[in-house]
Nanobody
């Protein structure tokens, strides 16, 4: 079955960095665009970034552009998001999405 498992969340101070990882299984990973979404507390889930199947095209929401970088390793069936210059507004549960499925999410809290 399809599985997406996120990791790497945690508590970080404003201005800090985190790298989230998503391990995929159960589908032909290299054939699909992968995405990251997030859900801030009390708000709806929102798009963060996506990467095409071989990594040639990346897209970002305006709120993270220039601070976040999405990448993937098709050999390892992994997708990542490097998050720099984190702000309190980046506090959210971050979800990996691919093949129409969602991971369980990983909490990111940006606070001093």
């Amino acid at each position: 079955q399809v599985q997406l498992v996120e990791s790497g969340g945690g508590l970080v101070q404003p201005g800090g960095s985190l790298r989230l990882s998503c391990a995929a299984s159960g589908f032909t990973f290299s054939s699909y665009t992968m995405s990251w979404y997030r859900q801030p507390p009390g708000k709806e889930r929102e798009y963060v970034a996506s990467i095409s199947n071989y990594g040639g095209v990346t897209k970002y929401s305006d709120s993270v552009k220039g601070r976040f970088t999405i990448s993937r390793d098709n050999a390892k069936k992994m997708v990542y998001v490097q998050m720099n210059s984190l702000k309190p507004d980046d506090t959210a549960v971050y979800y990996c999405r691919g093949f129409g499925s969602w991971g369980q999410g990983t909490q990111v809290t940006v606070s001093s």
